[in-house]
């Protein structure tokens, strides 16, 4: 009889302690969800979403920076495959808000991404770095990677300009390493306490490399050294390319590519290229010195050259 007691008595601790309690993630049929889509340009591939849900209801003791004991909210990670539609470029993942449960997990962060799906092709023994990353908070907590950047009152549309940057590192080790650059740090990090609808669309410039050498010796004046796309280098005490520099590199480059179609076009289609020609920059200049000579390509090289 009083093994009885005592066996009960211990079913009946563990229970108001909590011990037993199941932390398992179960969200309800009808919870609401957040849509993450991803669209994917060729070369890059979705990473997995990593999901972290959190409970007020679970708690569990933490120290601070100084040593002292605080009770904190349980979390829990779930890693979720993005969905390819159809033959499209688009991925989309579906995250529960309610992550139910009998902790009552409630959706807090997410951190999704793209990668190279074959970063070899820049090299022998090239891996794969680091950018192209986006973390998305919907609570008032930081993420694993620290707090937003960014606040978003509504659904959130992200669409940003990437470059690929081959980067060599020589102290303490040599690696190489195929990396996205783009504007800001690794990781674009926002708050989106609303949001229901996140998109996010990486626009890779693949024809515009960017290439860096690390310092062989730590000494002072000593600096990364970067080769962008159109010859030019620099080496200014940077730890990543220099993201305006490619922007005005790539936008002249295209500039110059477009002004050229259109006296093609000329060359081509006298008559509608015309009206098209003269709203061109530098096109009067051009179409003057075409007239007077009809020599298409001295023309155009005297102009934009």
Not at 29 to 48: D, R
Not at 123 to 150: K, L, W
Not at 234 to 241: M, T
Request: one cysteine or more; glycine letters at 8%; aromatic letters at 10%.
């Amino acid at each position: 009889m009083m093994k009885n007691i005592s066996v009960l008595l211990s079913t009946l601790f563990v229970s108001l302690t909590g011990c037993a309690k199941d932390y398992n993630l179960a969200p309800p049929p009808n919870s609401e969800l957040v849509t993450v889509t991803m669209k994917v340009p060729k070369g890059l591939v979705a990473e997995n979403l990593q999901v972290i849900y959190r409970s007020t209801l679970c708690t569990f003791n933490d120290r601070s920076a100084f040593g002292e004991v605080y009770r904190r909210d349980e979390y829990q990670r779930t890693d979720i495959e993005p969905v390819r539609q159809g033959e499209t470029d688009l991925y989309v993942a579906k995250l529960p808000i309610n992550g139910g449960g009998a902790c009552q997990w409630r959706l807090s962060n997410v951190t999704f991404g793209v990668t190279y799906d074959n970063p070899a092709r820049f090299g022998e023994s090239v891996t794969y770095g680091a950018g192209g990353g986006v973390v998305v908070i919907f609570d008032h907590n930081n993420s694993p990677r620290g707090g937003a950047d960014v606040i978003v009152e509504a659904d959130l549309a992200i669409k940003k300009d990437y470059y690929p940057w081959v980067k060599e590192s020589f102290l303490g080790g040599y690696k190489k390493q195929i990396n996205l650059a783009g504007e800001g740090d690794i990781y674009l990090m926002y708050q989106a306490l609303q949001a229901r609808e996140v998109y996010f669309e990486p626009v890779l410039h693949s024809d515009f490399l960017v290439k860096s050498e690390g310092t062989k010796v730590h000494k002072v004046g000593s600096f990364i050294k970067f080769t962008y796309p159109d010859g030019t280098t620099a080496a200014d005490g940077r730890s990543k390319p220099d993201f305006q520099r490619l922007q005005i590199i790539r936008q002249n480059t295209e500039s110059k590519l477009e002004r050229n179609r259109l006296f093609l076009d000329l060359h081509s289609l006298p008559g509608q290229a015309l009206q098209k020609t003269l709203r061109a920059d530098g096109a009067s200049e051009a179409l003057q010195c075409f007239n007077a000579t009809a020599d298409f390509q001295a023309c155009y090289e005297r102009t934009y050259g």
